[in-house]
């Protein structure tokens, strides 16, 4: 199995570890639900070295992820970054991934783990018809630190000055690159680091009081940010417009990859959308439950769960467009129980937005 | 090492059980099986007064991480169960042997005690996974 550089720091601090696509990663440090609260309330941090990194550069590298992304790369700012969905010529989603832009000639991609190999090729695929160069950042690692805490936290063990570092931009020198992203619905960064320099960080935020956090954390802050997951959420057989990522797709262009199959799709109707449900009553929805409303439409769960921030059950649902949102109910086992219809998300800067 | 009361009886499915005598036995999960399920969310507690066979499905735990069937150890009718777990259902994890209880049974005449592990049956059956 492959381990990130911070394998022995997880084992030492108590991790419980699983597969998680061939990565040995920490599922938890103890208790899921208070590295869940921590992330919330104060301040929490992730491995996810397992991500990879991507420096595209060159005469045309605007013009290729132009191309690649469905979302509109032109208009960022130098050091700014974006969340785009990647699709293949039939409008799915191949992977979704943000992008910093560093210089009008270069960007930092980071795509998912699972996806890896899959996005490599796709990328040098696409890039061949274009003057621009992609180098993947193997001898990276990164961690997440999040949590309305992290920026004071972070601030004095790192030479950069974050004060200036606005959401959903970057900063870097030679020894760090810090994007003020996540995937929690915190405020907080991502740092990607060189190797040699991980656990050195990593035990220095510990010492500064910054709970280590599993997978399991991530995924329960995910799911109630509203945010999605790969190969749950979404994947190659759904286009963005029909699982509720249909704001990454730029409307006023359609030279992307895929933009012609979207072109078609909005012709034909759209049959399918994304909806996030709370459970009315007792237990928990878990990804590929079956849903059903009084008429007989039809969805599915993509992401569910227990929500350690509200203390209900939560799930997003790829579902007949036409459902009916006061008849949802779920099939859990061999009990039919009702579902409420929530917007997303669930969970904004530690308060929950369910309406009760 | 997880803790193993010498006074129990184990299933291989980590159902614990104590004898609380004249055939009425208490049922809970071990601390083994808690650990694995992680931070446990929701119990749906057996049927009062139902009767089950041995290795019936009688209830659901579920973790943060995933949903786990409880089996009934022993053929038998359910006399008692936890309310406090509706609640509380962390309770499992903080006292699995304890507060964290699940179901009182009544053994069925042809209930088969000699099924059940010994605490050092059980202790080695698990070793392999800690």
Known sequence: MKKTVLNEAHRKAGAKMVDFGGWDMPINYGSQIEEHHAVRQNVGMFDV????????SGREATDFLYKLLANDITKLNTNQALYSTMLNHEGGVIDDLITYKISETSYRVVVNAATREKDLAWFEQQIADFDATMAEQADTAMI????PKAIETLQPLIALDLSQTKRFYATYNDDMFVGRTGYTGEDGVEI????????????QLIEAGVQPCGLGARDTLRLEAGMHLYGQDMDENITPLECGLGWTIRKDNNSFNGAEALEQLREQGISKKLIGLVLEGRGVLRHDQTLIDADGKQG??????????????????????????????????????????????????????IEA | MSYVPDNLKYTASH?????????????????FAQEQLGDIVFVELPELDESYAQEDECGVVESVKTASDIYCPLVGTVTAINDALEDSPELINDSPYDDGWIFEL??????????????????????DDE
């Open chain 1, 144 to 147: 997440a630190v999040q949590g």
């Open chain 1, 300 to 353: 599915i769960i993509t992401s569910g769960g227990y929500s350690p921030s509200t203390e209900k059950a939560i799930a997003m649902a790829v579902v007949d467009k036409q459902m009916d949102a006061d008849s949802i109910q779920v099939q859990i086992r061999n009990k039919t129980l009702p579902c409420r219809v929530v917007k997303l998300p669930f969970v904004r800067n530690g308060k929950s937005l």
């Open chain 1, 49 to 56: 070295s397992h991500m990879t990194v991507i420096d595209v």
């Open chain 2, 15 to 31: 159902e614990w059980l104590e004898d609380l005598g004249n055939g009425v036995y208490r049922v809970g999960i071990t601390e």
């Open chain 1, 192 to 203: 990607i680091v060189p190797s040699e320099a991980a656990e050195g960080l990593w035990n």
């Open chain 2, 106 to 127: 009544e053994l069925g005449e042809d209930a088969d005690i000699g099924s059940l592990l010994s605490a050092e049956d059980y202790r080695n059956s698990i070793a």
